[in-house]
């Protein structure tokens, strides 16, 4: 059987979403549904391509020398890839044939069983935590995090290198209590290699009224740069890595 993959866009040259210079392959689907999200069009949209793991590797292959001098490579984004786990398992599996370091960005929402085929062939997985709080979760996601922090745990037991993405939104994930709640969740796993404070912008919402979807954040501004200061200084009081250009 052909394996293919529903893709939704490519970013040949990335430099945020992993180490080095990424290609970063977007696919479609997601079982989130973020007030903030600024791919909504990734959800369930049938404006994808499917490609086979010929066809991606062949269009990978091209970026090899980008990958080698600035240690780079391929990262699966989305939507959410690990829906297309089959996939994800398959092209990463190709890329470490052809040497090429492989990264996952992933809220974490997905099945172990699942997940534990995949990241046999991850090097680094960029992981979303959106908020420690279930309930609070499941207000800004529409999920709740149990899958999430079983995965994170996961992660550590495999030593799996991780890199936490803390989405920093007012209102929905700035209060300090539970942002000390998810440091003490952290400090237990000796994988993450650091944390990215990610502040909340709003460069998603002509996307979300493009889709005539209603964006119930219009009310939320970015965070400032004191609310910024005030919670890297939490996780820095438990000496988790915070990422060099977040201090």
Not at 99 to 127: P, R
Not at 133 to 158: P, S
């Given at each position: 059987?052909?394996?293919?993959?529903?893709?939704?866009?490519?970013?040949?040259?990335?430099?945020?979403?992993?180490?080095?210079?990424?290609?970063?392959?977007?696919?479609?689907?997601?079982?989130?549904?973020?007030?903030?999200?600024?791919?909504?069009?990734?959800?369930?949209?049938?404006?994808?391509?499917?490609?086979?793991?010929?066809?991606?590797?062949?269009?990978?292959?091209?970026?090899?020398?980008?990958?080698?001098?600035?240690?780079?490579?391929?990262?699966?984004?989305?939507?959410?890839?690990?829906?297309?786990?089959?996939?994800?398992?398959?092209?990463?599996k190709a890329c470490k044939?052809?040497?090429?370091?492989?990264?996952?960005?992933?809220?974490?929402?997905?099945?172990?069983?699942?997940a534990e085929k995949f990241?046999?062939?991850?090097?680094?997985?960029?992981?979303?935590?959106?908020?420690?709080?279930?309930?609070?979760?499941?207000?800004?996601?529409?999920?709740?995090?149990?899958?999430?922090?079983?995965?994170?745990?996961?992660?550590?037991?495999?030593?799996?290198?991780?890199?936490?993405?803390?989405?920093?939104?007012?209102?929905?994930?700035?209060?300090?209590?539970?942002?000390?709640?998810?440091?003490?969740?952290?400090?237990?796993?000796?994988?993450?290699?650091?944390?990215?404070?990610?502040?909340?912008?709003?460069?998603?919402?002509?996307?979300?009224?493009?889709?005539?979807?209603?964006?119930?954040?219009?009310?939320?501004?970015?965070?400032?740069?004191?609310?910024?200061?005030?919670?890297?200084?939490?996780?820095?009081?438990?000496?988790?890595?915070?990422?060099?250009?977040?201090?």
């Amino acid at each position: 059987m052909t394996i293919t993959g529903k893709i939704h866009s490519v970013e040949t040259c990335g430099t945020v979403d992993g180490p080095g210079i990424r290609y970063v392959l977007f696919l479609s689907g997601c079982p989130l549904r973020c007030k903030y999200c600024h791919n909504p069009d990734t959800w369930a949209s049938p404006m994808y391509k499917s490609m086979t793991i010929d066809e991606v590797m062949g269009d990978v292959k091209k970026y090899k020398p980008y990958f080698s001098f600035s240690k780079g490579g391929i990262t699966l984004s989305g939507g959410e890839a690990t829906l297309q786990w089959e996939f994800v398992e398959e092209l990463f599996k190709a890329c470490k044939d052809e040497k090429i370091h492989t990264c996952l960005d992933t809220s974490g929402y997905c099945d172990l069983e699942n997940a534990e085929k995949f990241l046999a062939y991850t090097d680094l997985v960029l992981l979303d935590i959106k908020q420690i709080n279930n309930k609070k979760h499941k207000e800004l996601t529409g999920v709740d995090n149990t899958k999430i922090l079983q995965f994170a745990k996961y992660l550590n037991e495999k030593n799996i290198p991780t890199w936490i993405r803390y989405v920093l939104v007012p209102e929905y994930s700035d209060d300090e209590e539970d942002v000390d709640d998810l440091c003490q969740f952290l400090k237990d796993l000796n994988n993450v290699e650091k944390v990215e404070v990610i502040p909340y912008h709003e460069m998603g919402v002509a996307k979300w009224e493009e889709l005539n979807l209603t964006y119930s954040l219009k009310h939320i501004k970015p965070p400032t740069r004191e609310n910024i200061e005030r919670i890297k200084k939490i996780f820095l009081k438990y000496n988790l890595p915070i990422a060099e250009d977040e201090l």
